[in-house]
């Protein structure tokens, strides 16, 4: 995450460390500095000389906090150019944009900290939708999951909680599928775990465990790896369809 910093520095070493970073248009840099902010566009305002929070995001989005409050003093959601100069000696920070013009214009006084960070992209994704309504797209296709899987039932109750997609495989073997519409988690392996360990537990039979999701964390992978688990990735749920999903029915006591 942390891929370079600067805690004591010139004015010299901030406008290279800013041009560096902000040329590569891979990580999120942040300033932490007493510094002047000029903005001029649709209208034009001054921050006073204060200490404040400059952050630049890889979409060229800029924006600056105060001490307080959620809001920036000054942001732009979109820049068409960023780049930094020395000034009188001063480091200075430009973000343009020109479809509306504006210009934010962030003079460094005193610099006590910058970062720059590299966010993994993507790692939020999220299947659209519910997941209840994964969980009945799936029931309807669980050919996404594993070819030839036949699903029981769905939501099936136990005591130790209720198993998203109950199945059988192609080869006949018990399945447990746990679903997730965002990047699984080690809770939801151990999660997994219990529910294939109490269904061999009721059913005396081979049960085979299966984790559905966008993505995976390493941890989580390799503690499914260790427990004989299996993962599938799902990224993309078929077209709603108005007939119920078919299967028989398991009552677990």
Same mark, same amino acid.
């Given at each position: 995450m942390l891929r370079d910093?600067?805690?004591? +520095?010139?004015?010299?070493?901030?406008? &290279?460390?800013?041009?560096?970073?902000?040329?590569?248009?891979?990580? $999120? &840099? +942040?300033?932490?500095?007493e510094c002047e902010v000029l903005y001029h566009g649709r209208a034009a305002s001054v921050a006073d000389a204060g200490d404040y929070l400059v952050m630049l995001k890889p979409d060229g989005s800029l924006q600056v906090h105060g001490y307080r409050g959620v809001k920036p003093v000054n942001w732009q959601p979109q820049t068409d150019e960023v780049w930094a100069t020395l000034e009188d000696?001063?480091?200075?920070?430009?973000?343009?944009?020109?479809?509306? /013009? /504006? $210009?934010?214009?962030?003079?460094?006084?005193?610099?006590?900290?910058?970062?720059?960070? %590299?966010?993994? /992209?993507?790692? !939020?994704? &999220?299947? =659209? !939708?519910?997941?209840?309504? =994964?969980?009945?797209? $799936?029931?309807?296709?669980? %050919?996404?999951? /594993?070819?030839?899987?036949?699903?029981?039932?769905?939501?099936?109750p136990t005591d130790v909680g209720g198993i998203d997609l109950f199945a059988r495989d192609a080869q006949g073997c018990l399945v447990v599928v746990e679903l997730k519409r965002a990047k699984a988690t080690q809770e939801?392996?151990?999660?997994?775990?219990?529910?294939?360990?109490?269904v061999r537990e009721l059913t005396g039979e081979p049960v085979r !465990?299966?984790? @559905?999701?966008?993505?995976?964390?390493?941890?989580?992978? @390799?503690?499914? +790896?260790?427990?004989?688990?299996?993962?599938?990735?799902?990224?993309?749920?078929?077209?709603?369809d108005a007939g119920p999903s078919q299967g028989a029915l398991f009552e677990f006591a």
């Open positions: 910093q600067l805690l004591a +520095q010139s004015p010299a070493d901030l406008v &290279v460390f800013l041009d560096e970073h902000l040329r590569s248009g891979r990580y $999120l &840099v +942040q300033v932490v500095a000696g001063q480091a200075v920070l430009v973000a343009e944009r020109r479809s509306p /013009e /504006e $210009l934010v214009r962030v003079v460094f006084l005193e610099t006590s900290l910058v970062q720059a960070l %590299e966010l993994r /992209e993507g790692s !939020g994704f &999220v299947l =659209m !939708g519910t997941e209840a309504e =994964m969980q009945r797209a $799936l029931a309807r296709a669980p %050919e996404l999951i /594993e070819p030839g899987l036949t699903v029981l039932d769905r939501e099936l939801a392996v151990h999660q997994l775990a219990r529910y294939v360990a109490r !465990g299966v984790l @559905a999701a966008p993505t995976i964390t390493k941890p989580a992978l @390799a503690a499914l +790896q260790r427990a004989a688990l299996a993962f599938r990735e799902v990224t993309a749920l078929p077209e709603p």
